[in-house]
């Protein structure tokens, strides 16, 4: 389909080709940074472990090159919604302007009626529940947290609650009184990292994710990704 942003494509996500997902990348690098939730290193594993093969890719291209590009999934008939695995806080959709994403519904063959782009952060999405629209309902979801990276990690730290100050104290000392010795490491080489994370989902699967089969383990879907 020809529409006013360029030429639309609609095909399984699965199939898209090594060249394709580098134009995907250049265009999160022109669009948001090169986020890294919008990255092809993470969302094509994301399809591989966690994706059933119905997943389909809608994309817009034109003369220079890739201009949006999504992975939907079909609720029902003519009713679909971004992919969206519990992996990730913020659904593959790489859209900079709000009539591209209208554009898209078009391009959906057999008579789209909406679609549901879930999980969308407004710094890196044109579609904000502040706008209002006619055509467009918006929900908020939740409000996401981030760390100002300003000044050094004791002064962050006496920024926290004093609730939370005082637990984290009051587990180092157990900690100690139990034979331990807490250190705070920071891991950066390559060569240390994956047993790091391991070490991590080590951890993580002695409590409920390891009851319930979601804790990260190098031999898991989890890990491997």
Same mark, same amino acid.
């Given at each position: !389909?020809? #529409?006013?942003?360029?030429?639309?494509?609609?095909?399984?996500?699965?199939?898209?080709?090594?060249?394709?997902? #580098?134009?995907?990348?250049?265009?999160?690098?022109?669009?948001?940074?090169?986020?890294?939730?919008?990255?092809?290193?993470?969302?094509?594993? /994301?399809?591989?472990?966690?994706?059933?093969?119905?997943?389909?890719?809608?994309?817009?291209?034109?003369?220079?090159?890739? @201009?949006? &590009?999504?992975? /939907?999934?079909?609720?029902?008939?003519?009713?679909?919604?971004?992919? /969206?695995?519990?992996?990730?806080? !913020?659904?593959?959709?790489?859209?900079? *302007?709000?009539?591209?994403?209208? *554009? !898209?519904? &078009?391009?959906?063959?057999?008579?789209? @009626?909406?679609?549901?782009?879930?999980?969308?952060?407004?710094?890196?999405?044109?579609?904000?529940?502040?706008?209002?629209?006619?055509?467009? /309902? &918006?929900?908020?979801?939740?409000?996401? !947290?981030?760390?100002?990276?300003? #000044?050094?990690?004791?002064?962050?730290?006496?920024?926290?609650?004093?609730?939370?100050?005082?637990?984290? #104290?009051?587990?180092?000392?157990?900690?100690? &009184?139990?034979?331990?010795?807490?250190?705070?490491?920071?891991?950066?080489?390559?060569?240390?990292?994956?047993?790091?994370?391991?070490?991590?989902?080590?951890?993580?699967?002695?409590?409920?994710?390891?009851?319930?089969?979601?804790?990260?383990? *190098?031999?898991?879907?989890?890990?491997?990704?």
């Amino acid at each position: !389909m020809r #529409g006013p942003s360029g030429d639309w494509s609609f095909f399984p996500a699965r199939e898209a080709t090594g060249a394709f997902w #580098g134009e995907w990348d250049e265009l999160n690098r022109r669009l948001w940074a090169g986020h890294p939730f919008l990255d092809r290193r993470f969302v094509e594993p /994301l399809l591989d472990y966690w994706g059933t093969g119905e997943e389909q890719m809608v994309a817009c291209q034109d003369e220079d090159g890739l @201009v949006a &590009a999504a992975i /939907l999934v079909r609720r029902r008939p003519g009713f679909w919604h971004t992919f /969206l695995p519990a992996q990730t806080q !913020m659904a593959p959709v790489l859209v900079g *302007e709000y009539a591209v994403a209208r *554009e !898209m519904l &078009a391009a959906i063959p057999d008579r789209a @009626v909406a679609i549901d782009f879930l999980c969308q952060d407004p710094r890196y999405s044109p579609l904000s529940p502040s706008e209002k629209r006619k055509e467009m /309902l &918006a929900v908020p979801y939740a409000v996401t !947290m981030a760390v100002n990276l300003d #000044g050094g990690f004791q002064e962050y730290f006496e920024g926290r609650s004093r609730n939370l100050r005082k637990n984290i #104290g009051r587990y180092r000392r157990r900690a100690e &009184a139990l034979g331990g010795s807490p250190k705070l490491r920071r891991v950066s080489a390559v060569t240390e990292l994956r047993e790091a994370v391991a070490r991590y989902g080590e951890i993580e699967g002695r409590g409920w994710k390891g009851q319930q089969g979601t804790a990260l383990n *190098e031999n898991n879907a989890q890990g491997k990704v």
